[in-house]
């Protein structure tokens, strides 16, 4: 019989929980840990990102506590690839079991993996060899590495050796762990109650036997402050430092106003332009997107576009920071001179200075405004317009 439609092999579908539904409050900066940024971004959401981009996983689900939605939504959003989250319970066994039964409730995965949202850095190589391992026929598996430190055996008190372990057959147990979807719910509805502490354990208690491919070195569970200055060390050292640069400029119009820098400032005339024409944040602009080589403002926003008919010039801005966060970039410095015999720009300068911090969320000592005059020469000099250059350094 020819392959038809009804013959086409289909590749099992699968699913990844990623757990986030624990306190964390050991990494210290108040929040639970896995919101928490390394370089910038919450941990959690790096998690999420690199699960959501790996070609093996078709669907990303996050297990968050319920008391944690505001902080989610605030600091992880809208992820592609990610669905809503579902709420976690008081152990991370219950906080399984809700991901799993959410996972039955809709079109359920042929295989799930549950990875801990507290490791970033599982790599794709990882999570090929356990969905692999799967599709070759195991229905439980986990990564798994040595342990190279020596391992002894202490007594009641803590403190007195009893013995050395032999070390050879152990092995620390990392995650994503991967099942057959449907043999670990049974196995989690079966376990409800019993105090495990990883998925693994639910499958065995099933006598379902569980696998071992080999884990990763790299991919270390963020725990303690440490842990966060490590990973900070780790994701920050493969960034490039880059320069972009802009320039810009509007000319006069009749008016009552200018707006420079995101400060409206009254003046005797106007800046022509389809947005707000606000000179100094469009150079800007172009200096941010500059330093990761994505076009120049007129690429993003077309001035032909209506619905940016005398637009805020922040929302140009605020989308050339998200494009250099949404790879993992932090914006180091930023450095614009608006160039203008009038108006007066340095009774606002330190309000502009603010204004370009709180739309690019950064420090106010990583923001500089200038402003010069062009000595009464050129277009500058004869007050037909103004004119704005801007330098922004980002590692990314
Ligand atoms: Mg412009």
Redesign the pocket.
Do not use: K, W
């Given at each position: 019989m020819p392959a038809g439609p009804d013959m086409e092999v289909t590749q099992p579908t699968v699913a990844c929980l990623v757990m986030a539904a624990g306190r964390g409050l050991r990494a210290g900066g108040g929040l639970p840990k896995q919101f928490r940024a390394i370089a910038g971004v919450p941990m959690l959401a790096r998690t999420l990102r690199a699960m959501a981009a790996m070609p093996c996983i078709d669907r990303v689900m996050p297990v968050i506590g319920a008391g944690d939605i505001a902080d989610y939504e605030t600091l992880v959003g809208a992820i592609p690839g990610v669905d809503a989250p579902v709420f976690g319970g008081a152990t991370r066994q219950v906080s399984v079991r809700n991901g799993l039964e959410a996972l039955a409730a809709g079109n359920p995965p042929a295989l799930v993996l549950v990875h801990d949202g507290a490791r970033p850095f599982a790599a794709a190589g990882l999570v090929d060899r356990v969905v692999a391992a799967l599709k070759d026929g195991a229905r439980a598996v986990i990564p798994a590495a040595p342990v190279t430190d020596t391992v002894k055996r202490v007594g009641d008190d803590g403190v007195t050796v009893l013995e050395t372990v032999d070390r050879s057959r152990l092995r620390r147990v990392q995650t994503p762990q991967g099942f057959l979807f449907d043999a670990l719910l049974v196995a989690h509805r079966a376990a409800a109650g019993a105090d495990l502490t990883d998925d693994a354990a639910v499958m065995e208690r099933a006598g379902i036997a569980v696998t071992a491919v080999d884990g990763d070195a790299a991919n270390i569970k963020i725990t303690t402050a440490e842990d966060f200055e490590e990973a900070e060390r780790r994701m920050t050292g493969n960034l490039t430092v880059r320069t972009g640069m802009g320039f810009?400029?509007?000319r006069f119009e009749p008016g009552d106003a200018v707006t420079l820098c995101g400060i409206r400032i009254p003046h005797t005339a106007r800046l022509a332009?389809h947005?707000d024409?606000?000179?100094g944040l469009?150079?800007l602009t172009d200096a941010i997107l500059g330093t990761i080589g994505a076009g120049d403002?007129g690429d993003h926003f077309p001035p032909s576009d209506p619905q940016w008919k005398g637009a805020p010039s922040d929302r140009f801005l605020r989308h050339a920071a998200a494009l250099v966060r949404a790879r993992g970039g932090l914006i180091d410095h930023v450095d614009v001179t608006l160039i203008c015999e009038r108006p007066k720009i340095g009774p606002h300068k330190q309000a502009m200075r603010a204004a370009i911090a709180g739309i690019l969320d950064i420090d106010g000592d990583r923001v500089s405004v200038k402003a010069t005059t062009t000595e009464k020469l050129g277009f500058t000099g004869r007050g037909e317009g103004i004119a704005a250059q801007a330098v922004a350094t980002v590692r990314a």
């Open positions: 810009d400029v509007h332009g947005s024409a606000d000179v469009h150079a403002i």
